[in-house]
Nanobody, 118 residues
């Protein structure tokens, strides 16, 4: 299973970015998909997750500013980020829990850099 993330870049504080991640390869289905981020010198943290039925969960720090969505037919997950702050600067990783033949496994994308300037 491969996850290809895109959409990172440089944006001014208050601006918006949209991240996208497409899953490909051989799997039976994708369960929870999500976005995590890692800022320099900090551990990776959860940003948002979404189940296959559309239930979403957000870190407190992004609630009301970020919106996660997915397209089950296209095996994609997206993250709309509004009102960006300098503290949102990080490498963003997409994640998917993929059901293979006997069990599910977590897979990670390569990461995409988001830089928010003040």
């Amino acid at each position: 299973v491969q996850l290809q993330a895109s959409g990172g870049g440089l944006v001014q504080a208050g601006g918006s970015l949209r991240l996208s991640c497409a899953a490909s390869g051989s799997f039976l289905r994708l369960n929870v998909m999500g976005w995590y981020r890692q800022a320099p010198g900090k551990p990776r943290e959860l940003v948002a997750t979404i189940t296959s039925s559309g239930s979403s969960n957000y870190a407190d720090s992004v609630k009301g500013r970020f919106t996660i969505s997915r397209d089950n037919a296209k095996n994609t997950v997206s993250l709309e980020m509004d009102s960006l702050k300098p503290e949102d600067t990080a490498i963003y990783y997409c994640n998917a829990d993929a059901r293979l033949e006997f069990r599910s496994y977590p897979f990670w994308g390569q990461g995409t850099l988001v830089t928010v300037s003040s």
